[in-house]
C-alpha cells in the first residue's frame, strides 16, 4: 500500500512557476507509475501528467504540454510537477495518484491510491 501526501499548491499570478510535490510513505515506490490529477470546481477530475515506474516514459495532457514537467526521485520516494507559464484556466485541486501498472494510464479509475491533494489558485 502507499500512502500519498501533495505539498506545494498555493496563490500565485499567471505567468509565474510552481512546483508541486507528492511524498510517498512505503519501500514499494520505485514499482508504481505516477499520476498527476487536478479537478475544478465544478468539473470532473482530469488527468494532467504521469511517468513511469523508471521515469523513463511520461505522458501529458494536451492543455499543459511544454508548461508542465512531470519527475521522480524514487531514493527520495518523491514525484514532482513543475508548471511553467501558468493560466488562470489551471485552478484547480492538484491529485497525485500512484498505479501498479507499467502503462500510462490517464483515466482516474486506473489509479489504485490517491492523494488528498493541493489547491493551485492562479489569478489574471
Known amino acids: 500500500q502507499v500512502q500519498l501526501v501533495e505539498s506545494g499548491g498555493g496563490l500565485v499570478q499567471a505567468g509565474v512557476s510552481l512546483r508541486l510535490s507528492c511524498a510517498a510513505s512505503?519501500?514499494?515506490?520505485?514499482?508504481?507509475?505516477l499520476g498527476w490529477f487536478r479537478q475544478a470546481p465544478g468539473k470532473e477530475r482530469e488527468f494532467v501528467a504521469a511517468i513511469s515506474w523508471r521515469g523513463s516514459n511520461t505522458n501529458y495532457a494536451d492543455s499543459v504540454k511544454g508548461r508542465f514537467t512531470i519527475s521522480r526521485d524514487n531514493a527520495k520516494n518523491t514525484v514532482y510537477l513543475q508548471m511553467n507559464s501558468l493560466k488562470p484556466e489551471d485552478t484547480a485541486v492538484y491529485y497525485c495518484?500512484?498505479?501498479?501498472?507499467?502503462?500510462?494510464?490517464?483515466?482516474?479509475?486506473?489509479?489504485?491510491?490517491w492523494g488528498q491533494g493541493t489547491q493551485v489558485t492562479v489569478s489574471s
Open positions: 495518484a500512484a498505479d501498479r501498472s507499467p502503462l500510462l494510464y490517464t483515466t482516474v479509475r486506473a489509479y489504485d491510491y
Open positions: 512505503g519501500n514499494t515506490f520505485s514499482s508504481y507509475a
